[in-house]
Nanobody, 116 residues
Framework: EVQLVASGGGLVQAGGSLRPSCAAS????????MGWFRQAPGKEREGVSC????????YYADSVKGRFTISSDNAENTVYLQMDSLKPEDTAVYYC?????????WGQGTQVTVSS
């Protein structure tokens, strides 16, 4: 059974940083891309970033380019999202997922709140 467990969200002031992580189990980590998505209140879920665990290729949404960095630790089956220069509009529930842009498994989500 594939499980994705996200953690590391929280409350931070604008301009601050957070580094949520997502631990994966139940499948071969290197065989899949891993992604982060987010959903703000009243908005649709959107893709934030994606990384290929096999070759490290990355994708970022325009809204986070230059501020967020996705990385993976294949030995730990964990993917990270370093979020810097956070803005109030980054406030959302952040979900990790296996495969992107069309995930087949989702984590439970972690709340990120950025205060102005």
């Amino acid at each position: 059974e594939v499980q994705l467990v996200a953690s590391g969200g929280g409350l931070v002031q604008a301009g601050g940083s957070l580094r949520p992580s997502c631990a994966a189990s139940g499948s071969t980590f290197e065989d899949h891309a891993m992604g982060w998505f987010r959903q703000a209140p009243g908005k649709e879920r959107e893709g934030v970033s994606c990384i290929s665990a096999s070759d490290g290729n990355t994708y970022y949404a325009d809204s986070v380019k230059g501020r967020f960095t996705i990385s993976s630790d294949n030995a730990e089956n964990t993917v990270y999202l370093q979020m810097d220069s956070l803005k109030p509009e980054d406030t959302a529930v952040y979900y990790c997922a296996r495969e992107c842009p069309a995930p087949d498994y989702w984590g439970q989500g972690t709340q990120v709140t950025v205060s102005s």
